[in-house]
């Protein structure tokens, strides 16, 4: 197929700036190329040409400014692709099928985008009717989806993240080691617990919580030493009044607590070695963090919240530490201080974070499960299912049906017979809804 990607107006692809839509664009182009002829549209960056052609791929790199609009401008003079994929921005799905009615259109969801503050019940219709496919990359954001379309349950398949395997090495390994080392000796934290933090400087990633949970943990390891990596946005170390008041809480910590500022996404993979734990403290509903599989590809003992998607890729005791009480800094220092005081138990969970992310989220792993996508959507040949007057499948006449009444009371309820079951659609949700 001819495909197009259609990144958001954050970042641009590739991620030379970070950015989890754009390190998974690039984690699976190796994989999709293979198939297809691949053409990526993103937003203009001082560092890349506005238009350049890389190992097979297009880049075209276009204004953030009416964003959306300058991308339909270029579809506009091209031939019609056969599959756009979005995403993240379910209203420019309709402007691109306008644009090109003859491209089938998929949607990813990386956040809840069906919210409705970003969108009206009028354009969330539209844009599911406008998409072969929706692809989510959790269960909890598929979730936010139904509870207020659930007619997009057909169309909606979950795709998990994953990671670069190669680049990364686990903490056991011999090049593990010597990186672990090299770093702890670079930020001088020899003969240092390190707990690690990598993320966005944000309230909702919950860092301050982190620093708060330190006095707590140093009571008994007072070795520990919270480092924290990240910048205010992606490859911005410029302060505003929360970075600033996380400084100012760890002060008294003196050197317990440590700021790395920005690191570039190239060096993420061996920065989490730095770790001898690694917590996720996120506040918000997180669709699900790829710090997840990052860290289990590196072989640190994890602590994630149960918020959004994050408890779907960590269970429980079994590749990691779940925390229920996730605004309490004193959950956090129980969950670190048993992970230190129980090395073996921490290992353990290392062992199978790994084995987790080898056996389900590579991007080998995620490029199968784009490409099961992308088929489901261009399947033409295939009977569809038709939502008209007739709410029947072509795949039977009215014929070879059975009428059964449905009985409210369910007193005469029998086992249905073994045949092949019409397909019959209830609208009267849809119907109260409007």
Same mark, same amino acid.
């Given at each position: 197929m001819n495909i197009a990607y259609v990144c958001t107006e954050k970042l641009p692809s590739p991620a030379v700036k970070g950015g989890a839509i754009q390190m998974m664009i690039d984690g699976?182009?190796?994989?999709?190329?293979?198939?297809h002829s691949m053409t990526v549209f993103s937003v203009q960056d001082p /560092?890349?040409?506005? #238009?350049?052609? %890389? /190992?097979?791929?297009? #880049?075209?790199? %276009?204004?953030?400014?009416? #964003?959306?609009?300058?991308?339909a401008e270029e579809l506009t003079d091209m031939d019609p692709f056969d599959l756009i994929h979005v995403f993240n921005r379910p209203k420019a799905v309709i402007l691109y099928k306008n644009v090109m009615p003859e491209s089938e259109i998929v949607l990813s969801l990386h956040n809840d985008m069906f919210t409705e503050r970003?969108?009206?019940?009028?354009?969330?219709?539209?844009a599911i009717q406008s998409a072969s496919q929706i692809m989510t990359v959790s269960n909890y954001i598929k979730g936010t989806i139904l509870n207020r379309f659930p007619e997009a349950d057909d169309k909606i398949q979950i795709v998990y993240s994953g990671v670069d395997l190669t680049q990364y090495h686990p903490s056991w390994t011999e090049e593990g080691k010597k990186i672990k080392q090299r770093l702890k000796h670079k930020y001088r934290l020899s003969n240092r617990k390190v707990i690690l933090f990598i993320g966005r400087l944000s309230k909702t990633k919950g860092p301050h919580l982190l620093i708060k949970a330190m006095p707590a943990i140093l009571k008994e390891h007072p070795d520990a030493v919270l480092v924290i990596c990240g910048g205010k946005w992606f490859s911005d170390n410029r302060m505003n009044e929360y970075v600033s008041y996380l400084y100012k809480l760890a002060e008294p910590l003196g050197d317990h607590v440590k700021f790395t500022k920005y690191i570039p996404h190239?060096?993420?993979?061996?920065?989490?070695?730095?770790?001898?734990?690694?917590?996720?403290?996120?506040?918000?509903?997180?669709?699900?963090?790829?710090?997840?599989?990052?860290?289990?590809?590196?072989?640190?003992?994890?602590?994630?919240?149960k918020r959004g998607g994050n408890a779907e890729v960590v269970t429980h005791l079994h590749n990691g530490l779940v925390v229920g009480a996730y605004r309490r800094p004193s959950s956090f220092a129980r969950a670190i201080c048993d992970l230190l005081n129980h090395p073996e138990r921490a290992t353990e969970m290392s062992l199978n974070g790994r084995k987790v992310v080898e056996a389900n989220h590579s991007f080998h792993h995620v490029a199968d499960r784009l490409e099961n996508v992308y088929q489901k959507a261009f399947r033409k040949d295939e009977p569809q299912l038709i939502l008209d007057e007739e709410h029947v499948s072509p795949m039977y006449s009215p014929e070879d049906a059975e009428v059964v009444p449905i009985d409210p009371t369910g007193a005469n309820k029998k086992e249905p017979e073994k045949v092949e079951p019409l397909w019959i659609f209830d609208r009267s949700y849809r119907n109260k809804k409007r």
């Open positions: 699976v182009m190796p994989f999709i190329k293979e198939n /560092e890349l040409p506005d #238009y350049e052609e %890389v /190992e097979s791929v297009t #880049y075209i790199r %276009v204004p953030r400014e009416n #964003y959306s609009q300058n991308v970003k969108l009206s019940d009028e354009e969330g219709l539209k190239e060096e993420i993979p061996k920065a989490f070695l730095l770790g001898d734990v690694f917590v996720c403290s996120s506040q918000w509903q997180e669709p699900l963090a790829r710090v997840h599989y990052e860290a289990m590809a590196a072989g640190v003992p994890l602590i994630t919240t």
